[in-house]
């Protein structure tokens, strides 16, 4: 039986919000009240590298054709992405977009992400929500929550749904366990929780028992299996959709068990990207289409 997730109904949501939410959660993608988002924010983050495992995937047509043909609830781009290739797709792929980024030449030990566009520009664009990267932890952690509430302001103003990828990250968190443990993982859902995000990317928790001894006290001993992991993260969450990063590419069998295992949770959906675009395009869609079919589910 899977956990109860957040439902549009009974969020607090001014009528902008709720209006955009409910095009991502029921009229693209699935259509059930889930939700999967095709990110492409990688050539920023990355750099071209990513791309190498599959050359096609360069152009952010190849992204555009699978989003609109395998049918997802959106996609993510920045800025310069969204004003030179959304044009054809206007009104057909929903655009969800990325205000802040950095390249990855940097050491993560001080990560900040600085601000790259608005929401205004992100009205002006079409698009029906935002993402704010958010390094839980980071020693920049004061200037990123300055910088987001920020944004969360004028998401309220403008009526768009904020979507915060909550990612712990920096020296510390090292020290304590790592940014995919189950203790820093729970803590970034709930600091998403507490700062306005109405929905939050997170990435699949992990024990280690290796690295326990590095966790605070309380999460020493807890031994959760990935299933209660995820359980543990979703309620941390609280009325934030959940929406499950993909990360680096997996094989079919543990980017499905980890999918499984996140909707029983009580996850919202998926945020795939380097699963999905890393593939042959007719893989991707393949995949895609598996994926919509494990979400139909899962109904809210």
């Known amino acids: 039986m899977a956990n109860k997730r957040p439902n ?9 919000k709720r209006t955009r939410l409910y095009r991502l959660l029921y009229k693209y993608g699935p259509g059930n009240g889930t939700m999967l988002l095709l990110p492409i924010d990688h050539g920023l983050e990355h750099g071209p590298r990513d ?17 609109k043909e395998g049918g997802f609830s959106g996609i993510v781009f920045h800025i310069g992405l969204a004003q030179k290739y959304m044009r054809g797709y206007a009104g057909e792929v929903p655009l969800i977009l990325k205000l802040n980024g950095k390249t990855d ?19 002006r664009l079409g698009a029906d929500a935002v993402g704010y990267t958010l390094y839980v932890g980071s020693p920049s952690q004061g200037e990123d929550l300055l910088q987001l509430g920020r ?11 904020l979507i915060i990828w909550s990612y712990p990250r920096g020296e510390a968190i090292e020290a304590k366990g790592g940014g995919n443990s189950i203790y820093a993982v729970d803590y970034a859902a709930r600091v998403a929780n507490e700062l306005g995000a109405d929905c939050v990317k997170l990435n699949f928790p992990e024990y280690d028992s290796s ?12 031994a959760l299996s990935p299933a209660e992991a995820i359980k543990r993260v979703v309620r941390s969450a609280g009325k934030s959709m959940v929406l499950l ?5 997996i094989s079919d069998e543990d980017l499905f ?8 949770a009580g996850v919202t959906g998926f945020l795939f990207g380097r699963n999905l675009w890393q593939r042959p395009y007719e893989e991707g869609l393949r995949i895609t289409a598996a994926l919509k079919k494990l979400l139909l589910e899962y109904p809210r």
């Open 8 to 16: 549009l109904k009974d969020l607090d949501l001014s009528l902008g």
């Open 51 to 67: 791309f190498l495992a599959n050359p096609p995937s360069q152009d952010p047509e190849y992204q555009l054709r699978l989003a």
């Open 105 to 123: 030449i940097p050491s993560e030990a001080y990560a900040f992400s600085p601000q790259t566009a608005s929401v205004e520009d992100a009205v």
């Open 151 to 161: 944004i969360r302001e004028e998401c309220a103003r403008y009526g768009l749904p």
């Open 211 to 222: 690295r326990k001894d590095q966790y605070p006290k309380e999460y020493r001993e807890l």
């Open 245 to 249: 990063s993909g990360g680096s590419k």
């Open 257 to 264: 068990e980890k999918a499984r295992l996140a909707l029983e």
